[in-house]
């Protein structure tokens, strides 16, 4: 059975770098061609895609939130992390991985996610 967990810290003070962690199980992260990819959801609000990593290690980002995201992958021990630096309140959300076997660069196809982890609430406050 394919899981993905994420985790991290539920609490950031605003500037400061949010690390988080996605790890997987029941598959290999390297096998096959797949794209992991972290999304997260505001209170209130709908699913913002944040970036995208492939099997090869090419990643993409959102325009909007490029210059302070960086997401890398450890194939020993099947985890995808998410760094997002200079967070600001607006940064509160529930933060999710999820694995698609396109480049969807986007949540307009959410179906196309097949696998999803159960998300983590992270919120940015002094």
């Known amino acids: 059975q394919v899981q993905l967990q994420e985790s991290g810290p539920g609490l950031v003070k605003p500037s400061q770098t949010l690390s988080l962690t996605c790890t997987v199980s029941?598959?290999?992260?390297?096998?096959?061609?797949?794209?992991w990819t972290w999304i997260r959801q505001p209170p209130g609000k709908g699913l913002e895609w944040m970036g995208t990593i492939a099997t090869s290690g090419s990643t993409y980002y959102s325009p909007s939130l490029k210059s302070r995201t960086s997401i890398f992958r450890d194939t020993s021990s099947k985890q995808i992390t998410l760094q997002l630096s200079s967070v600001t309140p607006e940064g509160t959300a529930v933060y999710y991985c999820?694995?698609?076997?396109?480049?969807?660069?986007?949540?307009?196809?959410?179906?196309?996610?097949?696998?999803w982890g159960q998300g983590t609430q992270v919120n940015v406050a002094s």
């Open positions: 029941g598959m290999s992260i390297t096998a096959n061609w797949d794209y």
């Open positions: 999820a694995r698609s076997k396109e480049l969807l660069q986007g949540v307009n196809e959410g179906a196309l996610y097949d696998y």
